[in-house]
C-alpha cells in the first residue's frame, strides 16, 4: 500500500534499519571487576523492556555489547573505550545509570559528571534496592544532585513511563 509507513520492529533494530534518526538511552553502571553476568544482567533486563515500549523512538546503548575485559579485548588501549563511553554519556539523549549501595566505580561517576556536564538528562536506578527499602543516604551527594529522576527497582515501570512522557514526549 502507498500509504502506509513503515514501522519499527525490534528485528529493525537488530539489523540497524532505522538506526541513524533515532534518540539514544545510554545504560552506563560498574564493569570493573565484575563478571559478564553481574554486568549485564540488570541492564538486559533493563533493556529489553524499554525497548518494549520505545522501539520505535530509542535505541539502547549497553556497553557491555561493546567493550569489556571478559569476552575478549576488542580494543588497543584503555584510551579507547574509556573515551568511547564518554561519547556515549555526552551524545545520548538520555543516560540511565544502574546503582547501587557498594558503587564505587570511578568510571560511572565520570560518566555521571560528563553526562550532567553536558547538560543530559540521568536517571539513576537504584537496580538492587526496592522502594521501601531505600536510603538515600546510601548515595552520594553529588550522584544525587547530579541525576534527575531516582527510581528503585520495583518502580522500573515508572522508569519507563518518565522516559516516555519526559524524555521522549511520546
Known amino acids: ?3 502506509s509507513f513503515p514501522t519499527r520492529r525490534s528485528s529493525d533494530l537488530a539489523m540497524g534499519v532505522f ?29 529489553d523492556q524499554i525497548e518494549r515500549e520505545l522501539y520505535m523512538y530509542a535505541r539502547i546503548v549497553n556497553p557491555v555489547n561493546y567493550y569489556n575485559t571478559i569476552d575478549s579485548h576488542t580494543y588497543d588501549t584503555d ?8 561519547r556515549q554519556a555526552k551524545n545520548c539523549k538520555v543516560i540511565v545509570v544502574g546503582w547501587n549501595k ?19 538528562p540521568i536517571i539513576l536506578y537504584l537496580y538492587d534496592t526496592n522502594s521501601n527499602d531505600v536510603d538515600f543516604f546510601d548515595i552520594h551527594p553529588f550522584v544525587w544532585h547530579m541525576s534527575d529522576k531516582i527510581f ?8 519507563i513511563k518518565y522516559l516516555e512522557k519526559y524524555i521522549f514526549f511520546v
Open 19 to 47: 538506526m541513524m534518526d533515532m534518540d539514544t538511552i545510554y545504560i552506563s553502571g560498574k564493569m570493573t571487576g565484575l563478571t559478564k553476568h553481574d554486568m549485564d544482567y540488570w541492564r538486559s533486563d533493563l533493556a
Open 1 to 3: 500500500d502507498l500509504h
Open 102 to 120: 557498594e558503587q564505587d566505580s570511578l568510571g560511572t561517576m565520570a560518566e555521571i559528571t560528563y553526562a550532567y556536564a553536558n547538560n543530559v
Open 79 to 86: 584510551k579507547e573505550y574509556v573515551r568511547w563511553e564518554l
Open 152 to 159: 528503585c527497582a520495583d518502580e522500573k515501570k515508572d522508569l
